[in-house]
């Protein structure tokens, strides 16, 4: 029976009566009926809550919640952290004095309430039955096995608690566990996925570890007997919105406030710096800001119109600001304010609807507008939980009334967009262009097998079929969703299999589970790969033979490189311990994939002594100061593989002259440049000159690829080599000199094999007469 409170008896157990008590229950002397009456005698004045060495001492705060009875200590303490850690290190706050602290009230403005006992089954207290909105709850607890970091302690509260509560469908992992405490300590030390919130059973210890809350899926919520919700209170910037990291944008509602709820409070010069205050807020979860443009006060506060339903309201003067997390691709957009979005509550624009999408958040509602170029403002149904996209703003439509309805008027705009659709087929990946596109969509490492290619197209689109169908698109099934990895080539580099910088990367997914008919799923910008999925072939590099020049890629700190990210700068560099910087030139540079898979094809860099691609690879440049040729390198991969190899014609010319300076015109900008190449000719080398081919092999990775690559070991991705078909430069008097030293030799060799074969003639007859 006293496993079902927990953690009570280590909160109570240096009593020595409680001890006592507690012999006598194992010893099977007193009775449980007997155990619980003594107990409840000793709870409220010896109860002390203090956590052991393996535990951190956090709270769990219960929203519109007040334990009833008499407080040990009233302060007006200012706001519920300041509340929290007096209560954490059992202070007094008014004297200073230590005082044994379980609990405490908060009214939501500046004043607290401290107990020393808490709520069943912590303690013995009990709630008060349907408080007013303004009523928080704070108790502590003792979370193992986590950091003070890890329970997010610089913060009032680490879980927030839904009493007989429960959200379906969502559950990531389940596992069973001691008690409560063990179930947060899951989640917070949780690294494969980024649990979100937290179902605890009571009856039988199971713990349940979700990837969305109650304000990502409202709709998914169910009370239910004898199971706790709770919500995830130490979520960061960067995991909020998931383990992609995702978006976060403003939506702005004028005049409006959060009533009766003050948080941390600061002056800002301006709104954009109240706004960077709730991103870069540390102790408090932002999920709402309020500013006065005129009093310049911003309140950064945890709380926001889902949890405030009904406290909140207009109010001249101050401007409200909610974060939403959009599962969309905002890197090519730029809002022209501050907020992504205006919201006008119990309004709705009329005009025709674009696009409509039925059961979703408001957040989802926000991406797809993001996803559709055609959108500029948005009709969300509270109540049905509907969206409606209008290619029309207030500007260009009527505004009218309406109670359910909020009106959401689109501040960004986008160039370009992507969404996904979940088929019977597979993912079908539709990209959108506000003007012409050319260019290709292609599988990550799939382009030979899975590609389309489009010229002067406003949409493109492409289909990846389940990996049960066929392994060319690269599909994989995982945690039953069905994902791909998609680059869109936006950098107008050819071939377009030639990954940059500036190209994109999309992960997109869909429900493996769904029904027959078409749904919208999930896409996702990002600039990782998942190395690990990866069957990398690992080349050895052959020795070189004694070159008169060496090829190196270097990083910026002039260092050899052995490896890279998409889009570094790096530096070509060309030496020779025969030829100076004026000696020496380039007259063509190719990269090729090594290993991989499908159809190779070579990437032109340098062609006729110029940079084919100026924002990829710079102008040859004479470097007199260290010897050498040297030509600026974005690092870039080619689709197939992550390794690439860099083939450099050098043309030496002897002299003091050296090599002539190249003309090149950079396409863009139809501006000349000097480079230190050559254009190829048909015709043989001319006098004192010579070319050779040189190469160098590196490993270029997407960024975060490198960090998991490093436990393959340390391989050396990079070095020189010349082909074994190298032409040597010597001088015409050794020439000459060698030609007649050789046809003396031969001149002799040849009498000696005279004066042998006569002898050898003379000597036959002789053998004849002795026979």
Request: proline letters at 4%.
């Amino acid at each position: 029976m006293l496993s079902n409170f927990p953690n009570f008896s280590k909160k109570f157990q240096s009593h020595k009566s409680i001890n006592f008590i507690f012999r006598q229950y194992q010893n099977q002397q007193m009775s449980p009926r007997v155990i619980f009456l003594l107990l409840g005698s000793f709870l409220s004045a010896q109860a002390v809550f203090e956590c052991s060495s393996h535990e951190t001492t956090a709270f769990v705060r219960i929203p519109r919640a007040r334990l009833d009875g008499t407080p040990v200590v009233i302060s007006t303490a200012g706001h519920d952290l300041t509340c929290a850690q007096y209560c954490r290190n059992n202070i007094e706050p008014t004297t200073g004095a230590q005082r044994v602290c379980a609990s405490f009230n908060f009214d939501g403005r500046e004043t607290c309430y401290f107990f020393d006992d808490a709520a069943t089954p912590a303690g013995t207290s009990q709630l008060t039955a349907n408080p007013s909105a303004n009523n928080f709850y704070y108790e502590k607890t003792c979370i193992p096995n986590v950091s003070a970091h890890e329970a997010c302690t610089y913060r009032s509260f680490s879980f927030e608690r839904a009493r007989n509560t429960q959200l379906e469908g969502f559950v990531k992992k389940s596992v069973t566990v001691k008690n409560r405490e063990h179930c947060l300590s899951a989640c917070l030390k949780e690294k494969e996925f980024v649990c979100k919130s937290v179902n605890f059973h009571y009856e039988n210890s199971l713990c349940e570890l979700s990837v969305e809350d109650k304000r990502s899926k409202p709709t998914h919520v169910r009370m239910s007997e004898g199971i706790d919700y709770y919500d995830n209170n130490c979520l960061s910037r960067q995991n909020r919105c998931g383990p992609s990291g995702g978006n976060l944008v403003f939506v702005k509602t004028t005049n409006f406030e959060i009533r009766y709820y003050d948080h941390t409070q600061s002056v800002e010069a301006q709104e954009s710096y109240c706004l960077q205050k709730c991103l870069d807020s540390l102790n408090t979860f932002c999920r709402s800001v309020e500013f006065n443009p005129k009093e310049k006060n911003c309140i950064v506060s945890d709380e926001d119109t889902f949890s405030r339903a009904d406290q909140q309201g207009q109010v001249v003067g101050k401007d409200y600001y909610e974060p939403i997390c959009v599962a969309a691709d905002l890197s090519s957009s730029t809002c022209r304010q501050q907020a992504a979005f205006e919201r006008f509550i119990g309004s709705s624009i009329e005009g025709e609807v674009v696009a409509s999408a039925q059961g979703v958040t408001i957040s989802d509602c926000i991406s797809l507008c993001f996803q559709n170029l055609n959108c500029k403002s948005i009709n969300y149904d509270r109540t049905a939980s509907s969206c409606f996209i209008y290619a029309v703003g207030r500007q260009d439509a009527n505004i009218k009334a309406n109670p359910s309805m909020d009106y959401y008027e689109f501040n960004c705009e986008s160039q370009f967009g992507g969404m996904a659709l979940c088929t019977n087929e597979g993912i079908r990946f539709i990209v959108n262009t506000k003007e012409p596109y050319t260019g290709a969509i292609y599988a990550a490492e799939r382009f030979s097998t899975c590609s389309q290619v489009v010229e002067n197209a406003k949409q493109i689109s492409i289909t990846f079929p389940p990996p049960t169908v066929t392994s060319d698109c690269g599909t994989v099934i995982r945690d039953g969703k069905m994902e791909a990895l998609v680059v869109v080539s936006l950098d107008g580099v050819l071939p377009h299999q030639v990954t940059t910088e500036w190209d994109r990367f999309y992960r997109v997914s869909c429900d493996v589970s769904m029904d027959k008919m078409v749904k919208e799923g999930s896409v996702v910008v990002t600039t990782i790969y998942e190395a690990s999925s990866q069957n990398t072939t690992v080349l050895d590099v052959a020795t070189p033979p004694p070159v008169t020049a060496e090829l190196q890629i270097l990083n910026q700190l002039e260092e050899p490189l052995h490896k890279a990210s998409i889009g570094d700068p790096l530096l070509l560099v060309i030496t020779s311990e025969q030829a100076g910087p004026h000696n020496m030139m380039v007259t063509e540079c190719t990269a090729t994939r090594v290993g991989g898979f499908g159809d190779t094809v070579p990437f032109t860099l340098i062609e006729n002594g110029c940079p084919r691609y100026p924002a990829l690879v710079g102008p040859v440049e004479q470097d007199f100061d260290k010897n050498r040729l040297k030509s600026d390198l974005r690092a870039f991969r080619l689709d197939g593989s992550y390794d690439v190899q860099i083939v450099c014609s050098i043309m030496f010319c002897a002299g003091p002259n050296g090599c002539p300076v190249s003309n090149c015109l950079d396409s863009g900008t139809n501006e000349l440049f000097m480079s230190h190449g050559r254009k190829k000719r048909s015709v043989d080398l001319e006098a004192g000159e010579t070319e050779e081919r040189l190469s160098a092999i590196i490993r270029v990775f997407a960024k975060g690829e490198d960090e998991e690559e490093m436990e393959m070991g340390n391989n050396t991705m990079m070095t020189s080599l010349a082909e074994s078909t190298d032409l040597l430069c010597i001088a015409e008097p050794f020439f000459v000199s060698s030609v007649v030293s050789l046809s003396v030799l031969c001149f002799a060799l040849s009498a000696i094999i005279a004066i042998w074969g006569c002898h050898a003639l003379h000597a036959k007859p002789t053998k004849q007469v002795a026979a």
